[in-house]
């Protein structure tokens, strides 16, 4: 008997891109070490290495992130994967998480710069209070990880090329014209104003969708008139 793959209506660079995130979380739960290893740190810090701007993508801080994420790309990436091309869509995916790595980066320097007066951490610096010695030790010790930037880009391409597709927010539809603007306005609040022990990097999700944004307006992409 034909048995169709669970993964038939997926494109294949979405399908790989799932399979890799997946790897990549079992890797990282039966090898603890690869957290450090392959999670994003500030540049300044002793943690980071080059290859983390490409690998914190793939790494996932628990099953509710990366199922979330994955969730994401299985709603959105194949539509975007049909409307750009494979190579298009790849390189859309790498480039907005690399964007969204940029902001965050942006603005820890902002935040280490207001503490330190530098990017970096003087050799004589001393912390005037805990407040300052947690933020640096946060911003040094703390990896990033997740694909939520390339997912923010993928919304932001959604947004502007198929606005009156429908999602469910808690069974009830809404539009992708209404649904991201208010989610992005959401992260720039909690970005800006951010509760004791959230450690989501907001700044990262806006910068995926910012990247998205001006590679959908310097590709030449217009609003479609399917029936998406």
Do not use: C
């Not at 740190?41 to 199922?67: E, R, T, V």
């Not at 709603?75 to 940029?102: C, S, W």
């Not at 923010?152 to 959604?158: Q, R």
């Not at 539809?173 to 990097?201: H, N, W």
Request: no cysteine; glycine share 8%.
């Amino acid at each position: 008997m034909y048995r169709q793959s669970p993964f038939g209506d997926i494109t294949p660079v979405v399908k790989n891109l799932l399979i890799i995130n997946v790897i990549f979380f079992i890797a990282s739960n039966v090898i603890p070490v690869l957290n450090e290893i392959l999670a994003a740190y500030y540049p300044a810090s002793p943690l980071f290495k080059p290859w983390q701007i490409i690998s914190y993508m793939f790494m996932h801080g628990n099953i509710f992130h990366i199922f979330s994420n994955m969730l994401g790309l299985i709603f959105i990436g194949p539509i975007l994967e049909q409307t750009f091309g494979q190579k298009r869509f790849f390189n859309y995916y790498f480039l907005t998480g690399i964007g969204a790595l940029a902001l965050q980066f942006a603005v820890q320097a902002y935040e280490v710069h207001q503490i330190t007066g530098s990017f970096g951490i003087p050799a004589d610096y001393q912390p005037k209070d805990m407040s300052e010695s947690l933020t640096l030790q946060s911003i040094y010790g703390i990896g990033i990880v997740g694909a939520s930037g390339s997912i923010f880009g993928l919304m932001m391409a959604i947004f502007l090329l198929y606005p009156n597709l429908e999602v469910y927010l808690y069974l009830t539809p809404i539009k992708i014209k209404y649904f991201v603007p208010l989610y992005l306005l959401l992260e720039v609040f909690q970005g800006l104003r951010p509760t004791p022990g959230d450690s989501v990097a907001h700044f990262a999700h806006i910068g995926g969708a910012l990247f998205g944004f001006i590679l959908i307006k310097l590709w030449g992409y217009k609003n479609s008139n399917n029936f998406y």
